[in-house]
């Protein structure tokens, strides 16, 4: 199993600022994913975070908007920058355990852009 | 690419009647499946899953989804809704040993006293 910890677990921002969001997770592994779920929709995939290379971004989505690290296998950050109100969503960062096939979502950051 | 179709964007029904969330799913590759639901202003939390084992998967709340490859479908069943079911729920693939998640567009589930 994982236990993974988003920061912050909401927040209201300004508009034109940036925002990190922390995903930590209890175990080490390899595949760490970023989210978005805009109010009333579904979620999409924003990028997968890769360990110690440049993460994946899935089209839509931009390394300078949305620009993530991930310094080791249990950490990861997503940060959004030059918010506008379209950013307000729900963040949730997944994992996939390296032993098993269950998916993981933290529980999500709330944020939203004023 | 693999995409997800639910039919329905929101299913009422009656508390005590069977609850059908229907799921169809395009896939190149032998897929997982998945069912989440997301209460108000709640997280996503995992009710059942699809990993090439039984095809008839059973989950929690007394929630089960019977995977029919010749139908592409994933469909979502409970033989007596509760006033607690309602919530909104999430079809959703990935390929198998990726992780990354496509996600439907999601079912509203009204319950109605």
């Known amino acids: 199993s994982a236990v993974i910890s988003q920061k912050p677990s909401r927040d209201i921002c300004q508009r034109g600022t940036s925002l990190t969001i922390q995903c930590q997770v209890d175990?080490?592994?390899?595949?760490m994913f970023w989210y978005r779920q805009q109010p009333g929709q579904s979620l999409t995939l924003i990028a997968t975070?890769?360990?110690?290379?440049?993460?994946?971004?899935e089209s839509g989505f931009v390394i300078d908007k949305f620009p993530i690290s991930r310094p080791n296998l249990t950490f990861s950050t997503l940060t959004v920058s030059n918010m506008s109100p379209e950013d307000s969503s729900i963040y949730l960062c997944?994992?996939?355990?390296?032993?098993?096939?269950?998916?993981?979502f933290g529980e999500g950051s709330w944020l939203t852009v004023v | 690419a693999q995409s997800v179709t639910q039919l329905g964007s929101h299913v009422s029904v009656s508390e005590g009647a069977l609850v059908l969330l229907r799921c169809n799913y395009s896939?190149?590759?032998?897929?997982?499946l998945f069912w989440y639901v997301q209460y108000p202003n709640q997280g996503l939390q995992l009710l059942l899953k699809?990993?090439?084992?039984?095809?008839l998967v059973k989950g929690i709340n007394g929630f089960e989804a019977e995977f029919k490859k010749s139908e592409t479908s994933f469909h979502l069943t409970k033989p007596s809704a509760h006033m607690s079911d309602a919530a909104e729920y999430f079809c959703?693939?990935?390929?198998?040993?990726?992780?990354?998640?496509?996600f439907g567009k999601g079912t509203r589930l009204s319950v109605i006293a």
């Open positions: 997944s994992v996939v355990p390296d032993t098993g096939n269950t998916i993981y």
């Open positions: 175990s080490q592994v390899t595949m």
């Open positions: 975070a890769n360990q110690g290379s440049e993460a994946t971004y």
């Open positions: 896939s190149s590759v032998p897929p997982y």
């Open positions: 699809y990993t090439s084992a039984a095809t």
């Open positions: 959703a693939v990935s390929d198998v040993g990726h992780g990354a998640l496509v």
